[in-house]
């Protein structure tokens, strides 16, 4: 069984918002971890990414940084995820 995509994101991320209406479209449940509210999440994210930019979305071991659709699209479709 596939793990949830987790979405690091930040409210203040425009992006992060648009990421997470993207997956509730689609009806893909993911996993939120908020940047801002545990700094332990920012650390994973930069560690996952090697970059500073949010989101960074993880679907099972593929990482996204920023709402690519494009990479979104082909990723859940690879992982059966849609």
């Known amino acids: 069984?596939?793990?949830k995509p987790i979405i690091y994101s930040a409210n203040w991320c425009a992006f992060c918002h648009a990421a997470k209406q993207y997956f509730d479209k689609l009806k893909v449940p993911y996993e939120v971890r908020d940047i801002e509210i545990d700094h332990e999440y920012a650390t994973?994210?930069?560690e996952k990414s090697g970059q500073m930019g949010i989101p960074v979305?993880?679907?099972d071991g593929t990482i996204i940084?920023?709402?690519d659709r494009p990479k979104i699209d082909a990723s859940l479709k690879a992982k059966?995820?849609?």
Do not use: H
Request: aromatic share 6%.
């Open 57 to 59: 979305i993880d679907i």
């Open 44 to 46: 994973e994210a930069v």
């Open 80 to 82: 059966n995820l849609v």
């Open 65 to 67: 940084v920023g709402f």
């Open 1 to 3: 069984m596939n793990t």
